[in-house]
């Protein structure tokens, strides 16, 4: 069926170093994508959103890039820090269904001191 | 100002005994929805529900899972019999408008182990 795509890759990074985590999502009716940071037994995180009529949105330290084109999200964390080790995941939302949220199964990312 | 709260944190049950997890969402939210994580997996949705009403279900399983989010009190996902493959982290999140992702706040979550 359809779905955001990840299979829960790892990503390891050096402290300092730039990390991008990337997305695909299958349905071009898609018209809102939200990434969220959750760390060992917490709750989702909000960490920065994008709608489809923009491909780039910036946020402390964080920025995601949105190519409709070929239905790709990314999100690229500047000088990334210990404490921004964390499973990522993106998820979509469809027009039909304001409310509800399609995730991907997420990405890890490990900081390396 | 507190989040979404979910009791309890970690709940262990016997197979074929009944589960109940409660959220309370944040204050002045009046929309909650239900999602579960299985292990290294994303989030699936379960269940939308307003005060007194289910608006949207199509995630939950027809047997056995039920939930509610009476005028007074928590929202609760209450599930009967519970098998191994219920096995899972639930979580909670509210919204203040009707309906809109954007405004989603996540509890910490119940992550229910059956034994």
């Known amino acids: 069926g359809e779905s955001v795509g990840l299979h829960l890759p790892t990503l390891s990074v050096q402290e300092g170093d730039n990390s991008i985590i990337n997305c695909a999502y299958s349905?071009?009716?898609?018209?809102?994508f939200i990434w969220y940071k959750q760390e060992s037994g917490k709750g989702p995180q909000f960490i920065i959103d994008?709608?489809?009529?923009?491909d780039k949105r910036q946020g402390q330290r964080v920025t995601v890039l949105l190519n409709k084109t070929v239905k790709h999200l990314s999100l690229q964390i500047a000088a990334t820090q210990p404490g921004d080790s964390a499973v990522y995941f993106c998820?979509?939302?469809?027009?039909?269904?304001?409310?509800?949220?399609?995730f991907g199964s997420g990405t890890r990312l490990l900081v390396r001191p | 100002n507190a989040g979404v709260m979910q009791n309890p944190r970690h709940l262990v049950r016997r197979r074929g005994q009944e589960a109940r997890l409660r959220c309370s969402p944040m204050?002045?939210?009046?929309?909650v929805y239900w999602y579960r994580q299985l292990p290294e997996e994303g989030l699936k949705f379960m269940v939308y529900?307003?005060?007194?009403?289910?608006?949207?279900e199509s995630g939950m399983p027809k047997e056995r899972f039920s939930a509610e989010f009476p005028k007074e009190g928590p929202s609760i996902l209450r599930i009967q019999q519970v098998v191994r493959g219920d096995s899972a982290a639930y979580f909670c999140?509210?919204?203040?408008?009707?309906?809109?992702?954007?405004?989603?706040?996540f509890g910490s979550g119940t992550r229910l182990t059956v034994v």
């Open positions: 999140a509210s919204s203040p408008d009707v309906g809109q992702a954007y405004g989603y706040t």
């Open positions: 349905n071009s009716a898609s018209d809102y």
């Open positions: 994008i709608r489809s009529n923009m």
């Open positions: 998820a979509e939302n469809r027009g039909d269904s304001s409310y509800k949220l399609i």
């Open positions: 204050k002045g939210h009046s929309h």
């Open positions: 529900l307003q005060k007194e009403n289910i608006i949207d």
